[in-house]
């Protein structure tokens, strides 16, 4: 690809609405609302000896903000200039815009950066997943640019090919019908259309669980140089293979966890009703937390792998 992934990485994330909707996520969608929690509560257990930090990817300011309001300074580095200037009115808005420093950069470049710049270096949210085929060397300079612990999460393989086969699953996460948000509006308005046009392609689902990409190299590069706006080939990855990938960059104490696995087996009717009742909502991201970093179901998350390890 190139530096296709980053081309089409900054046409697609550069929409003017895209800092918009990012920033409600968390109120249209539960498996994001889950995915979120997760990380938050990681990382403010994770903050001892952290007094600088990275954050890749870090869109509407999701976790660089958070981090900031704990008294880490953090440079808050995306592709996206929509996502960053969002980001920057969040951060004015609760006071610690003077704790991040905005960087409009893409990941596939970081040797602005030195060797061990930061303490915690992260990157939420599938950032990494966007950038391939180069996500392995992207992996490689987070790790270069990290002093004691890094944190990330990426696209996972084994929860995101069930997509493949339920293409109304979005429809599950639903938290608000009513939500304006266009995605929330186009699931609900296709969701027979989408039914009615499945079929099960035993082939399709192969091939994305061999190879980890959803979306075609070919057409997705052709659909770009005809100036259209198409969405980024994204690498998914086996729990097992970011384990090896980050043993070889020399990260030890490596941690995984699937955000979404026991949310996942639950119907939307039930999700709804939990998140709607402040105690059982904040009872049960407690208890996801706890179900979903058990190793024997992170690869099985929805569409996040989530890990961390320290730099030796
Ligand atoms: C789904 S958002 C996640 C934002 C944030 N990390 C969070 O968890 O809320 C993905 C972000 O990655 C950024 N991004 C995508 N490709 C990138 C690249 N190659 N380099 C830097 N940022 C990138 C996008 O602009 C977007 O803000």
Same mark, same amino acid.
């Given at each position: 690809m190139d530096n296709y992934s980053e081309k089409i990485s900054e046409r697609m994330w550069n929409q003017p609405d895209k800092?918009?909707?990012? $920033?409600?996520?968390?109120?249209?969608?539960?498996?994001?609302?889950?995915?979120? $929690?997760?990380?938050?509560?990681?990382?403010?257990?994770?903050? !001892?000896?952290?007094?600088?930090?990275?954050?890749?990817?870090?869109?509407?300011?999701?976790?660089?903000?958070?981090?900031?309001?704990?008294?880490?300074r953090v440079t808050h580095f995306d592709i996206s200039q929509p996502m960053i200037n969002k980001a920057r009115e969040i951060a004015e808005r609760e006071g610690v815009a003077d704790r991040i420093t905005f960087v409009k950069g893409a990941l596939e470049d970081l040797s602005a950066y030195a060797d061990r710049s930061f303490d915690l270096v992260m990157s939420f949210d599938s950032p990494i997943s966007y950038t391939y085929p180069n996500h392995e060397k992207? #992996?490689?300079?987070?790790? @270069?640019?990290?002093?004691?612990?890094?944190?990330?999460?990426?696209?996972? @393989?084994?929860?995101?090919?069930?997509?493949?086969?339920?293409?109304?699953?979005?429809?599950?996460?639903?938290?608000?019908?009513n939500s304006? !948000?266009?995605?929330?509006?186009?699931?609900?308005?296709?969701?027979?259309?989408? #039914?009615?046009?499945?079929?099960?392609?035993?082939?399709?689902?192969?091939?994305?669980?061999?190879?980890?990409?959803?979306? !075609?190299?070919?057409?997705?590069?052709?659909?770009? !140089?005809?100036?259209e706006v198409p969405w980024c080939v994204t690498y998914h990855f086996m729990p097992d293979e970011l384990e090896n990938i980050l043993k070889k960059y020399g990260v030890n104490n490596i941690t995984f966890a699937g955000p979404g696995a026991y949310a996942r087996t639950i119907p939307n009717e039930i999700l709804v009703k939990i998140m709607n009742d402040q105690k059982q909502r904040e009872d049960f991201l407690e208890f996801c937390h706890m179900y979903d970093?058990?190793?024997?179901v992170c690869g099985m998350g929805k569409d996040n792998l989530f890990v961390k390890g320290e730099r030796g």
């Open positions: 800092g918009e909707l990012e $920033a409600e996520r968390e109120k249209t969608f539960i498996d994001d609302i889950v995915q979120k $929690a997760h990380i938050e509560r990681e990382l403010l257990q994770s903050l !001892d000896g952290i007094s600088t930090a990275f954050d890749g990817g870090a869109g509407c300011g999701r976790f660089s903000i958070l981090l900031a309001k704990h008294g880490v992207v #992996i490689g300079e987070l790790v @270069r640019i990290a002093k004691k612990r890094i944190m990330f999460s990426v696209s996972s @393989r084994l929860g995101s090919v069930p997509y493949l086969s339920n293409p109304i699953q979005k429809n599950q996460f639903i938290l608000d019908k304006k !948000d266009s995605w929330v509006q186009w699931c609900l308005s296709s969701r027979e259309q989408m #039914i009615e046009g499945f079929s099960f392609s035993k082939e399709s689902v192969v091939k994305a669980y061999e190879t980890g990409l959803l979306g !075609d190299v070919e057409e997705t590069k052709e659909a770009y !140089d005809r100036g970093s058990n190793p024997y």
